[in-house]
């Protein structure tokens, strides 16, 4: 849903500056810096707020039901009224949307269609069906497009990889070990629990300060995504080091290596933002008519080549809700293939098998990032020649 209205929210408040940058000059430069800029930013707040609620789950929700217990109440009655504090606040969550989005306008332009087609059920439908392979099309051709859906595979794998693989980690570490007693087990498992949260609070608090720093990097600098190269290197280095690391105690270098994970995480939560909204927005030109490659020469007056004549811009926001369809679906197969194969590795390889895993996925999308900076510069040198 984000992906699908923040380009434009963006084009929106972006709007007047853009007409009065239109009329000043006909270079489109500055206007694309600028709205490129305009996306990183609003990403970067939404992965700020991220952050924000990663750590409200762990500092609030997650030692919620213990605190209850103390206050007197059963542990299934604690557990459950957690559960209710948490529906509470997404119903908060919803209101204040609500409140927020409401009257505001997320669809595209229809100046070329009839109230016939609009209102058309079976050509919506039609129109449905034939953007998909075109959105797929451009996944594969542009590359902005392309490494934002592979940033939100990679996104939501970390994800998964520090909410879930973590912990099992330490508790394979701390207490899958011989014990005398019962009371032996539960202080070994304690301390695992204790760790666990510790690890996932550092990476979460470091993604939750990186995420304004991602919104405000510089963009783009000679073709190369910058902030994705960095926030891949990132997990690639952090998951070896991790999987290599002694987990029994949570030693300094230990939090270090988790600050990378959540650096990771939110540089690419961030970035596949900017990138799949930028491209939606991105003022692309038409393709030509066919009559315009016929031959039939313009006997026109000259003068009218002179003339001021406002050339006819699109963007891809009509296929903006395919587009975000098509960046979640990206990341909910990334949650599937993680827990699934990550799962399976972790009990047949090892518990390090999930890290190495994930070290894979982000080296992945660090040679697409440096394979599709290599291929924009190389375009531009063959255009400029």
């Known amino acids: 849903m984000v992906t699908a209205i923040l380009p434009s929210m963006v084009s929106k408040s972006s709007s007047t500056a853009a007409q009065s940058r239109d009329t000043a000059s006909n270079s489109q430069g500055p206007m694309r810096k600028s709205h490129d800029a305009d996306h990183a930013h609003l990403a970067g707040f939404v992965g700020l707020f991220t952050g924000v609620g990663a750590l409200l789950a762990l500092g609030v929700y997650l030692p919620l039901p213990s605190r209850l217990q103390k206050m007197g109440l059963t542990p ?9 504090v948490v529906g509470a606040t997404a119903i908060a969550v919803a209101f204040a949307c609500y409140l927020g989005l409401h009257g505001q306008s997320f669809t595209p332009s229809t100046r070329s269609q009839t109230p016939a087609r609009a209102n058309s059920f079976a050509r919506r439908a039609s129109n449905i069906f034939s953007s998909l392979p075109t959105v797929l099309k451009l996944g594969f051709t542009k590359p902005s497009l392309g490494l934002g859906f592979l940033a939100s595979f990679v996104a939501r794998s970390s994800s998964v990889g520090i909410s879930l693989f973590i912990p099992l980690f330490i508790n394979a570490n701390v207490c899958d070990h011989p014990a ?19 690890l996932s609070g550092v990476s979460q608090l470091f993604a939750l300060g990186f995420a304004p720093i991602f919104g405000y990097f510089p963009f783009r600098n000679n073709h190369f ?7 891949s290197l990132a997990g690639a280095v952090g998951y070896v080091l991790f999987a290599r690391l002694n987990t029994s105690e949570a030693s300094p270098a230990l939090f270090v290596v988790v600050a990378l994970l959540g650096i990771s995480q939110i540089g690419a939560i961030v970035i596949s933002l900017s990138l799949v909204s930028t491209f939606v927005m991105e003022k692309v030109l038409p393709q030509h008519s066919p009559s315009d490659d016929s031959g039939i020469v313009d006997n ?3 003068t009218t080549h002179l003339v001021n004549k406002p050339s006819p811009i699109e963007t891809h926001e009509h296929l903006k809700g395919t587009i975000a369809g098509i960046y979640s679906f990206a990341g909910s197969l990334a949650i599937l293939v993680l827990t699934k194969l990550g799962g399976v590795l972790f009990d047949n390889l090892g518990p390090q098998a999930p890290f190495y895993l994930l070290a894979i996925f982000n080296l992945g999308l660090l ?17 400029s020649n």
């Open 225 to 231: 995504n910058v902030p994705l190269t960095v926030a």
């Open 76 to 84: 299934e009655k604690a557990l459950a009224d957690t559960y209710y």
């Open 180 to 198: 005398h007693d019962v009371e032996d087990v539960k202080a070994h498992c304690r301390k695992a629990y204790v760790i666990a949260s510790q």
């Open 367 to 383: 040679a697409a990032v440096i394979g599709c900076g290599i291929l924009e510069t190389y375009r531009n040198y063959l255009s």
């Open 300 to 302: 026109s007056d000259e």
